[in-house]
């Protein structure tokens, strides 16, 4: 069965660089959220997507933007890189009409140095 | 707005023992939904259990059982006898904005 497809698996980026994730969601699922988990640290949630539309919006810094497109992949953008951005980032996505429980990508680990 | 609080940092349990983690939860909203995830070292998150607030029975899945005290706000996990393999962070999230509480991490000893 498909998964949540994360890209890239992990990232390498310098101070003040940007980045780009990007998630596949499982097809026909209509919500996907974003998490930063940092290195002994519980997933924080950053934003959520529902239908192509921002639904709930957590602890993302605003240097970090997202969006979701027409063919339901999601991208989270990061500029202005800090060392301390530096973490294991989780997509994952859930039907909200068929009630299912969220499934998570493998997650994009971020280097910042 | 919605809060889940796990308590235990972390637990330890006997190989073959049973083990309970707590998650307690905070909603207003009269229908809501509770998940148990595991990650284990490697850093993915698989899904284990979820619990329906309208569910009449607790749910199980395998050796993962829920202990679901609608009064009482709480949504605790039951592993029952325990393997090596159980040894992770266990992390209890609401359906709907899936925030995380705070995670367990459980050891199981030989």
């Known amino acids: 069965a498909a998964g949540v497809i994360q890209s890239p698996r992990h990232l390498i980026k310098e101070k003040r660089e940007t980045a780009t994730l990007k998630c596949y969601p499982i097809p026909r699922h209509d919500t996907v959220y974003w998490y930063q988990q940092g290195p002994g640290q519980d997933p924080q949630f950053l934003i959520s997507f529902y239908e192509k539309m921002q639904s709930d919006k957590g602890s993302i810094p605003d240097r970090f933007s997202a969006q979701q497109f027409s063919d339901y992949h999601s991208e989270l953008n990061m500029s202005s890189l800090e060392l301390g951005d530096s973490a294991l980032y989780f997509c994952?996505?859930?039907?909200?009409?068929?009630?299912?429980?969220?499934?998570f990508g493998q997650g994009t680990r971020l280097t910042v140095v | 707005a919605q809060k889940i609080t796990q308590t235990q940092p972390g637990m330890f349990v006997q190989e073959k023992e049973a083990v309970t983690l707590d998650c307690t939860y905070d909603t207003s909203d009269p229908s809501y939904g509770l998940f148990w995830y595991k990650q284990p070292s490697s850093g993915e998150m698989i899904f284990l259990i979820y619990?329906?607030?309208?569910?009449?029975q607790n749910a199980t899945e395998g050796r993962y059982s829920l202990n679901f005290q609608k009064a009482r706000k709480s949504a605790n996990l039951v592993i029952s006898a325990s393997q090596l393999g159980d040894s992770a962070m266990y992390f209890c999230?609401?359906?709907?904005?899936?925030?995380f509480g705070a995670g367990t991490r459980l050891t199981v000893k030989p």
């Open positions: 994952a996505s859930s039907s909200r009409t068929m009630n299912t429980e969220a499934f």
């Open positions: 619990q329906g607030s309208y569910d009449q």
């Open positions: 999230a609401m359906r709907g904005d899936m925030r």
